[in-house]
């Protein structure tokens, strides 16, 4: 008739340990473990217990008479008896009909006093902790929201195939013949296998939860948005003076935006320079685009046009502000 989470197992091993410290021995019955003490006068039992059964149901009254009598069937009629009913909800029972233990009251009682006050710590910590993750994600809800969105595109390309490709891929001949302007936003959202979409998020999420945290989630959408739309208008006008009609699809474009951004930051505001590692950006950079130049499928086009993208939208939408504000504090 035990049920027991952690806590009350931590509670229950409390108990176990008083009894014997004040001379009680586990004694097996039908009814579970009893705790006895033999005295000269006669036997004391001590029965613990939680109020629900491992199905979840309430322990009844009837359940306690059954274990008041096996107590007497096997440790003598005469003897004393005291069930002890903890509940993870309500204060615990102490039954104690012939009055026999109140030696153990007050041990008994500081030791649930003391998980109780455990219990109320461990709820405080859990709503801390909850409202850390509320804090995380309204502090990234951008950067949230677009891996979500890039995310829901992988997972349709991996069921749906070159479906999805043909429809929402940037395709130059796409975009200026038919006028499907759509591609430009979509295509960013769209990925050619795990290893393209792995690789551009772990970036992503490094580069943005830095970024937005610098500039706020608003101007970060609109940022990282505009610099994947004009990545893609690169990349289409580059195609179409080549005259290659290819399908283009990735991140890399406005991920390339936030690392322009960054590195206008860097050029311009001196008190977020600590926030970052100026060599590591720069150094993204060149390596970013000597492999986009040295692989053949990479469309560096989208990467240029995305990097400048956002050098200049940062420099628009952030540091032009924060240095007016430098200048006029006389930083």
Known sequence: MIHKTDMEEIMYQKIIELLRIH?????????????????????????????????????????????????KQNFGTDCAILLLVLSEEDDPMFIDPDDQFKDLFRPLTMILSQNQAEQREDVTNDFENINEIKRFVWNYKATLVIFLLNLAGFVLTEIYGNKIYNLYACNAYCVRNLHEYYRLLTSNYL?????????????????????????????????????????????????????????????????????????????????????????????????????????????????????????????????????????????
């Open 191 to 331: 990925h050619f296998g795990w290893e393209h979409f792995f690789n551009n998020m772990v970036v992503f999420l490094i580069l943005g939860t830095s970024l937005e945290k610098v500039t706020g989630s608003i101007r970060y959408a609109v940022l990282y948005t505009g610099s994947g739309i004009i990545g893609s208008i690169v990349s289409t006008i580059y195609y179409s003076v080549m005259g290659q009609d290819v399908l283009s699809a990735g991140a890399s474009g406005a991920i390339f935006g936030l690392i322009g951004a960054l590195a206008a930051i860097l050029l311009f505001c001196k008190d977020q320079r600590k926030r970052f590692d100026g060599f590591g950006i720069f150094l993204m950079i060149a390596g970013s685009l000597y492999h986009g130049f040295e692989s053949g499928t990479t469309d560096n086009a989208a990467h240029i046009g995305g990097c400048i993208a956002g050098f200049i939208l940062s420099m628009l939408l952030y540091v032009s502000s924060s240095l007016i504000s430098a200048h006029r504090q006389g930083r």
């Open 23 to 71: 001379g009680y021995l586990s004694q097996d019955t039908e009814k579970g473990p009893c705790y006895v003490k033999s005295t000269k006068k006669r036997n004391k039992c001590v029965y613990v217990m939680f109020d629900k059964n491992p199905d979840g149901s309430a322990i009844l009254e009837e359940d306690l008479y059954q274990m008041e009598d096996c107590a």
